[in-house]
Structures are given as structure tokens and as C-alpha cells.
């Protein structure tokens, strides 16, 4: 055993589970209270022996902000060092993605006692508050994405915040101490203009194709427009007589997959498309959820999305039940911003091709191959062939609701409505430029495969409505 120096309580949707621990030379371990429990990451199961090395440093590393200059911020605001992510999670670890909190000694005797922390509190934020926020974000001035008060923590690179919100009465909340945050504003990335109507518009694309994807809005608070993403991994559940913001379980794929965020590209270390298939179909997922997956390749090849790397795709873990495939997020296009395809580059290669002019039916099968089950190429060109039909119709009618939506928001001006509209025509062209080049392919005198269906799989057709 570690001579262990300092510890935390680790709980998951309000139980405790275990004990994460860090020794004199910045190790950590991870101890479950029993073998009843139910476990953190699928790269830790259920054991009697202590979790220690890179399944444990992968898990909680994965937990917090990617950049290490909004580390460094954290560090500064609650005096802890911003590289060692166990310091961090004493700072910013009781609302964390997904339903795991990590509390001290002195959080969890207050959370035993059937109390909330005292400052555990909703602090009701105007939209012009709001708006102050997220400008200080694109500007530079925030040197973290969190107020002192606040103790949630996001993963990813993009700047965001995170507030509760409350639908009935239309208020947005600062989520303090351990409250729960329901919802995430990204400005967008900066030095892209627009990225974040980007966004709006490849979210409803996804989702109107039948995928499941986070809820979206674009909304506007004070000087500064946002995408609005509903957490999917916070319900809000009657307890007692009211209304409670409960906690789902989930993990990144990387976090499930024990690779640290550094390497959460495939060409960086990272895992890839059949790697991810593989792991799926070896912890049980259901085969809905691998063609889903594959969905998403297809559907980010067609849009130019390039930054679907294994950290942009999430697991829901209910327990005593088989994982799922989590909602998608994060999709935006490059088409606005790079018109030229040849120096795309997916973020997972399709079979051995990154860039998007070299990937065609060869690479499509070869990915089919890796993943360990030839068949599937039968399910990638049902979704290549489907997708080819419906997405440019899709894109433009979205494109034209997208726009009405910005053009209705206080504020908006024509400057920015233009912008906005050159953001929809550009990733209608990519995506036509795209489909056109792909379904040469699909010319049955040419390849042999023109006379397949094109009819959605069952997975599709099954689902009512995305989860």
C-alpha cells in the first residue's frame, strides 16, 4: 500500500463508493468501499485490490478542462496547483460531468448529515450578467471558465460556462458549492466568427437526421449571442414534493478507455474508430449503440466536422444495466472556415485515411475490417447511401430555420446576420460538394454496390425520439 498523505471522498449519484488517494510522490489510488457498489469508469471495475497507475490518472485527468491555461486559472483562484488534477478536484470536484463528486473530509461529514454545504446555493444571474460572462471569455479577461463560488468542472478545450436553469420560471442560476449545474453556454471558439451558430446549425442537423444529439438553443444574453446545450447527464426529478436536479453517470470514451487527455487524438496516441467499435462490443454495448457510433462517422464526414476525437464521445452507465452510447455533442463544421477539402483531416482515420479527399469506399471497408467484423461495411454504406440522399436537403431547410432563430434574437445585427448566413451557405456547399464526390462511388457500373438500400437501419427506424 501507498503511504497515502491526503484523500477524498468519492460519491456517485449521492452514495459513496470509494476513497481517491495521493501519496507523498503525486500518485493517486482509487479503493471501492465494497463490491456492491457501483463502479466509476469502465476502466476500473469492481475489485477488492486498489486501482493505482494510468486507468486511475486517465479517469480523473479526464474530469477537468483540457487547457492548461484554464487549469493555471483554477489554480490561482482557489491557491491550489493547477497540475496536479487531485488539488484541482478539492477545488472545482462536487459537480463534475456525469454523477460522480469528489468532497472532503469536511463536505462529506456535512453531506452525511443530510445537509448541503452552507454555500451550496442558486444565485439567480441576470442575462446581461450572463452575457458579461461569456464576453469575458472570448475577450481574454476570464482566467478561468468558473466564479470563486463555483465547484463544477468540464472537460474538453472549448471555453463554457455552466448554470442551472430554471424552465419554469425562464431564470438562470449560478450553481455554487455542490448545487448542480443543468446546462452549458459556449461563446464559441475564438478567432472563428460565429463558431457558435456553427454549432447551433450542425447540432440540429444531427438531430434532425435521426441521431441523438444534446438539446440546443441560440439564444442571446445582454451583448454577447451562445449555444445553449442542455446537459443530458442532469434530470430534474420529483423528490419530497418538489422539483430536484439529479446526477446521470457517464464517462468520456477516453476516461472508459484509460488514455489521457493528451492523447485523445488517434494520430497522438489516441484511440480510433475500430478501436472504439472493438471496446464497445467488448463491454456489451448494444449493437444499436455501434451503429449509432458509426453514424456519427459518417454524418461528421459529410459536415466537415473534425474534431470528433474519442473525448467528443461520451458512455451512459445506468447500473445493473448495459452501457450506452451517450447523445452526441460537440459537432461543428469546418466548411466555413476552411472552403478547401484537401487539407481536412478527420480526427479518426476512416480504415488508414485522415484526410477527407483520400477517404472513399476502400476506406470505409477497411474500418469495417478493423473493427472486427467485415459485415459492417454492409451498415456504413446503407448510412453513406441514406445520408448522401437526405443531408442536403436537411442542411438547407435547418440552415433557413437556424437563421430566422438568430434574426429574432434582441440584438442581432445585419453585420452579424450576414456572417451568419455565409456560415449556412458554406456548410450546405461542403456538405454537396462532399455528398457529390462520395456517390460517384456508388455508381453501380463503376463498383457494383448502386443497387443497395438505401432504407434506414433498424436501429433508426425503431427509435421514437433521440435520448
Known amino acids: 500500500m501507498i503511504a497515502t498523505t491526503k484523500h477524498l471522498h468519492v460519491l456517485l449519484s449521492g452514495a459513496h463508493i470509494g476513497m481517491l488517494e495521493e501519496d507523498r510522490a503525486g500518485s493517486h489510488m482509487l479503493t471501492y468501499d465494497s463490491l456492491d457498489v457501483t463502479p466509476l469508469s469502465l476502466g476500473l471495475p469492481l475489485r477488492r485490490e486498489p486501482w493505482t497507475g494510468t486507468p486511475v490518472e486517465a479517469y480523473i485527468d479526464g474530469i477537468l478542462p ?24 478539492t477545488a472545482i470536484g462536487l459537480d463534475c460531468g456525469g454523477a460522480v463528486q469528489f468532497m472532503t473530509d469536511e463536505q462529506y461529514a456535512t453531506w452525511q448529515s443530510g445537509n448541503a454545504p452552507a454555500d451550496s446555493i442558486y444565485r439567480e444571474l441576470s442575462a446581461e450578467r450572463i452575457g458579461e460572462r461569456l464576453a469575458s471569455l472570448v475577450n481574454g479577461t476570464a482566467s478561468s471558465w468558473q466564479m470563486p463560488q463555483e465547484h463544477w468542472s ?76 442542455k446537459r443530458w447527464d442532469r434530470a430534474w426529478l420529483p423528490e419530497e414534493g418538489h422539483q430536484t436536479v439529479h446526477r446521470i453517470h457517464q464517462e468520456d470514451m477516453c476516461q472508459a478507455m484509460g488514455v489521457m487527455t493528451a492523447f485523445k487524438y488517434q494520430n497522438e ?54 452501457p450506452r452510447l451517450a447523445p452526441l455533442y460537440d459537432i461543428a463544421s469546418l466548411y466555413p472556415y476552411q472552403p478547401g477539402r484537401k487539407q481536412f483531416r478527420m480526427a479518426m482515420s476512416i480504415g488508414h485515411d485522415y484526410r477527407w479527399d483520400r477517404i472513399g469506399l476502400r476506406s470505409w471497408r477497411e474500418l469495417a475490417r478493423q473493427s472486427g467484423n467485415p459485415d459492417d461495411f454492409d451498415v456504413l454504406v446503407v448510412m453513406l447511401r441514406r445520408y448522401a440522399r437526405i443531408l442536403p436537403d ?46 460517384h462511388e456508388f455508381n453501380p457500373a463503376s463498383n457494383g454496390i448502386g443497387h443497395q438500400s438505401d432504407s434506414p437501419p433498424e436501429w433508426l427506424r425503431s427509435r421514437d425520439s433521440p435520448r
Open 66 to 89: 483540457d487547457d492548461p491555461a484554464i487549469r493555471n486559472g483554477i489554480g490561482r483562484i482557489h491557491g491550489v496547483n493547477p497540475r496536479n488534477p487531485f488539488a484541482l478536484l
Open 154 to 229: 468540464l472537460n474538453g478545450a472549448q471555453s463554457k460556462i455552466a448554470l442551472a436553469y430554471d424552465p419554469h420560471g425562464d431564470r438562470w442560476y449560478e450553481a455554487l458549492g455542490s448545487a448542480a449545474t443543468t446546462h452549458i453556454l459556449k461563446p464559441g471558439v475564438n478567432g472563428l466568427h460565429e463558431q457558435s451558430f456553427d454549432e447551433y446549425l450542425c447540432m440540429r442537423i444531427v438531430r434532425a437526421l435521426g441521431l441523438p444529439t444534446a438539446s440546443v438553443q441560440y439564444r442571446r444574453f445582454g451583448t454577447m449571442s451562445a449555444l445553449v446545450s
Open 269 to 322: 496516441g489516441g484511440p480510433g474508430a475500430a478501436a472504439i467499435v472493438r471496446f464497445m462490443r467488448e463491454n456489451g454495448f448494444h449493437e444499436d449503440d455501434v451503429a449509432m457510433f458509426y453514424g456519427a462517422l459518417v454524418v461528421n464526414y459529410y459536415l466537415g466536422g473534425s474534431d470528433a476525437h474519442a473525448k467528443n464521445y461520451a458512455i451512459l452507465e445506468p447500473p445493473g444495466e448495459a
Open 394 to 439: 436537411m442542411a438547407r431547410s435547418i440552415g433557413r430555420e437556424s437563421l430566422q432563430t438568430a434574426r429574432a434574437l434582441p440584438g442581432e445585427n445585419e453585420e452579424s446576420l450576414a456572417r451568419k448566413q455565409r456560415i449556412a451557405e458554406r456548410v450546405l456547399e461542403g456538405v454537396e460538394a462532399q455528398i457529390q464526390r462520395v456517390t
